[in-house]
């Protein structure tokens, strides 16, 4: 460090796909810059923030480490092994974009642009990072993507009851006297939530857990419970059955506010406990004890985020959770209600058409396919998809059904560009590589879906080598497929202000972050007012019918379900307080800090195959064999094992993935994927 240099600070919102959207201050030191620029030399939370209050994580405390690794993609790469092998070599910018344009030039003339696929996902949250490329690709005309990862079942299904995914602020659970923290790991996923809820602990609150799991928050929690995976829809018939049984219905908002109650109630007449403890194997009494606390208890608030949607019936999970707070009357409490993603709330700030421009298509109407269905897409021979680009996903770690992708990204006449930090599981198969900045080398505005903070991200130092930002990246695309249109060109500032016209940038950008509107007195339903057509709560949907769906909240089980022949449920959860996705398992002070892969199984089930910890088991289904050291806990129930998920091939002995294993199914509808309905035998190597 020279003793000449200045610093300065700069701050910015962490982009991560994370709920918690954290503010952060990087330290620059200008006087020693190195051939990159300026250096950042200290990144914290800032103290400032209303929601992440100074504290960032054990993932983005070494952020640095991130952006100044030896292992980042600096310049555009061409493949010179095979597919998958990993061996590249530099090339510039023009010769890459010139061979990218030349191949897209000849797939258009040939099989047209819907054999283009872009395949863009949340490794930025930034709103030019996720939705500015938009515009590009509606001005080409390509292929299509319907349906996420992640989010789009758990905001439907609420969707379907509500009107609309929108609950009540989760720091608002500083009010609440009962928190039930349904299918989320809040200690884990949404650490900065967790010092609300010891808030409102301290004022008597009682905090309960359910999830398949004894997580990390299950273990904090006053009361856990434990349900088979995927049954939780019995449960919460069972709950009402008995709030209806016990009177526990508040029938003056009930009357007022929503359709249906008739139906339901007549429905969940044969749902007794004991039907559903059979169900769900949670006992009789553990249930009548939650619908009691439930309907006694106010405010009393459910949470949860996305792990209950990663199942065949996730949006009926939403949709049926999302009636219980309409029975007891919870949405007139402050604290009361149903907490889940806020994102929604932005949308009243956001523009998103003025980012993404869907005017640019011209009135086409280019065909969709599946996210969740990338394996099969890439296989499909019926309308084979030429050229793909990959976008702040790493889909070889991160998509279900792992080794279907993997056969479609070895085709030979498969066009694959990627555009990342590192040379990523996916990058492997790429024809070209194309570097990322990383988040403190682009400004952009983040929506989070955590809090009610916009969060302002200044660039803090210029790009690392070649790196270009998303906006970037599709500017220069357009230049090199000579497109004209002038939107495809905007700069990024322009954008952000057409994005959010209501917003002061200025003050946005001074501040770091601003509040979105939101109800006053922290009761958004209090009085009704839900955005169905009757601005009631839809206990009955009959809309739901013409989709094959039932109009009232029903159970049903997986179509992939422990069997005989693969008689374990496999989970494949967020586990590594170092990991945020498949982001930084590859960086040596993460993953190796973590220890590596393993399959997680009760001691009951281990013993009875002759497997003790440390020893290696096969775990397989129909989709893939993974090879595994085993880790003996108490924290699932028999018949049920758990593949953290994150780790890259290459730190598997196998060179496959926890998604190798997993089920792509549809989810019932929202365009989710079933990773959780997955069924697998285990057996001693
Ligand atoms: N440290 C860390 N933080 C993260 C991430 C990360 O990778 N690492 N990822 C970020 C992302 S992208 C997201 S979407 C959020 C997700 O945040 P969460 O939704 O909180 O996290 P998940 O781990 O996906 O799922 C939560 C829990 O759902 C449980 N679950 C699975 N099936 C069922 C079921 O049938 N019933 C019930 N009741 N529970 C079930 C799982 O066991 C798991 O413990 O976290 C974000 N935060
Ligand atoms: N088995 C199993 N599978 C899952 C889940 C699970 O719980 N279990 N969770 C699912 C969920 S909730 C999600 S959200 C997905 C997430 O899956 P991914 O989207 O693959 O995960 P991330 O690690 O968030 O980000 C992907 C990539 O974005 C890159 N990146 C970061 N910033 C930028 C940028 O500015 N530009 C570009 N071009 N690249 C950038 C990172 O380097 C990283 O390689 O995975 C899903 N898959
Ligand atoms: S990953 Fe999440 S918890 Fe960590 S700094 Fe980013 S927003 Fe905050
Ligand atoms: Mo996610």
Redesign the pocket.
């Known amino acids: 460090m020279s003793e000449t240099a200045a610093t300065h600070t700069v701050h910015g919102t962490c ?3 994370c709920p918690d959207s954290c503010g952060w201050v990087v330290t620059v030191e200008s006087g020693s810059s190195r051939a990159d620029g300026p250096v950042a030399v200290q990144l914290r939370g800032n103290p400032a923030h209303p929601f992440s209050q100074g504290e960032l994580c054990p993932k983005v405390n070494r952020f640095l480490d991130r952006v100044y690794s030896p292992e980042r993609v600096l310049h555009p790469l061409r493949r010179v092994g095979a597919k998958g092998e990993g061996r590249f070599e530099q090339i510039s910018w023009t010769e890459a974009l010139a061979e990218i344009a030349g191949r897209w030039a000849e797939i258009i003339a040939t099989d047209g642009a819907e054999a283009i696929l872009p395949y863009v ?4 949250q ?1 709103l030019l ?1 996720l939705m500015f490329g938009n515009r590009f690709w509606n001005h080409m005309g390509a292929l299509g993507v319907d349906g ?4 789009a079942v758990a905001g439907a299904g609420a969707a379907t009851t509500n009107g609309s995914g929108k609950g009540i602020d989760p720091s608002d659970m500083v009010h609440s006297k009962l928190i039930i923290l349904w299918g989320t790991n809040t200690r884990l996923t949404n650490r900065h939530l967790w010092p609300f809820i010891e808030q409102a602990r301290a004022k008597g609150a009682q905090v309960i857990v359910i999830d398949p799991i004894r997580t990390i928050t299950a273990e904090s929690a006053d009361w856990f419970l434990q349900p088979l995976p995927g049954t939780d829809v019995a449960l919460m018939l069972a709950m009402m059955h008995v709030l209806i049984r016990d009177g526990l219905i508040d029938h003056e908002w009930v009357a007022a506010h929503t359709i249906g109650f008739d139906d339901l109630a007549a429905h969940v007449a044969e749902w007794t406990p004991e039907r559903a403890a059979a169900t769900c194997g949670i006992a009789v009494a553990a249930i009548e004890r939650l619908a009691t606390l439930y309907g006694t208890i106010r405010p009393a608030a459910l949470r949860t985020l ?2 209950a949607e ?1 199942h065949e019936h996730g949006a009926m999970f939403f949709r049926t959770l999302a009636c219980l707070p309409a029975l007891v009357g919870a949405w007139r409490d402050l604290g009361g209600g149903f907490s889940r993603s806020v994102g929604v709330w932005s949308s009243a700030v956001l523009d998103e058409g003025a980012l993404t421009r869907p005017d640019l298509l011209a009135g086409r109407e280019p065909r969709g396919v599946w996210m969740p269905h990338l394996g099969r897409v890439l296989t499909d021979t019926v309308a084979p998809v030429k050229s793909l680009l ?6 070889m ?4 059904n792992t080794e279907l992708v993997r056969e479609g990204l070895l085709r030979d006449d498969l066009f694959t560009v ?5 040379l ?1 599981d ?1 990058a492997q198969y790429a024809d070209i590589v ?1 570097p ?4 403190i080398e ?1 400004t952009d505005v983040v929506t989070a879906w955590g809090h009610l903070y916009l969060g302002w991200n200044e660039a803090a130092i210029p790009p690392q080598g070649e790196a270009v ?2 906006s970037e ?1 599709h500017r220069r695309l357009a230049a090199a497929m000579g497109y004209s249109e002038p939107l495809l060109f905007e700069d990024d500032i322009t954008a952000l202000r057409a994005a959010l016209p209501t917003i002061d940038l200025d003050r946005l950008r001074a501040e770091g972050f601003l509040r979105v509107p939101y109800p006053e007195d922290g009761r958004p339903f209090a009085d009704g007012g839900f955005a169905t057509p009757s601005g009631k709560v839809l206990l009955r949907c009959d809309a739901l019918a013409a989709e094959g769906h039932p109009v009232l909240p029903t159970y049903i089980a997986a179509g992939e379900a422990p069997s005989a022949e693969y008689p374990f449920a496999l989970l ?3 586990q590594h307080t170092r990991f ?5 398992s590859h960086l040596p002070k993460h993953g190796p800090l973590e220890g590596g892969p393993f399959v997680e199984l009760v001691a009951s089930d281990a013993e009875r195959l002759g497997l003790s910890d440390g020893a290696l088991a096969r775990v397989w289904n129909d989709r893939a064999s993974l090879e595994l050291p085993v880790r003996v806990s108490e924290r699932l129930r028999p018949g049920v094992v758990a ?1 953290p ?2 780790w890259w091939g290459a730190q598997h002995a196998d060179g496959k993935v ?2 190798s294993l ?1 089920n792509d199914t549809l989810t019932d509808w929202g365009g989710g ?1 079933a ?2 309905d997955t069924a697998v035998a285990v057996a001693a190597v």
Not at 121 to 124: C, I, K, P
Not at 390 to 395: G, I, L, P
Not at 418 to 422: G, N, S, T
């Open positions: 982009h991560h796909d996902s949340a490794g930025n930034g990072a996420s990862l992640c989010g996305i792990g990663h990959f976008v702040a996903v790493n889909a770690v991160s998509v279900p990627v555009h990342d930090q590192f990523t996916t194309l990322a900045t990383t988040h682009a930002s998303n990246l494949t959860p967020k945020l996705n498949s982001s930084y593949v998920w994150g926890a998604n997993t994927v990773y959780s």
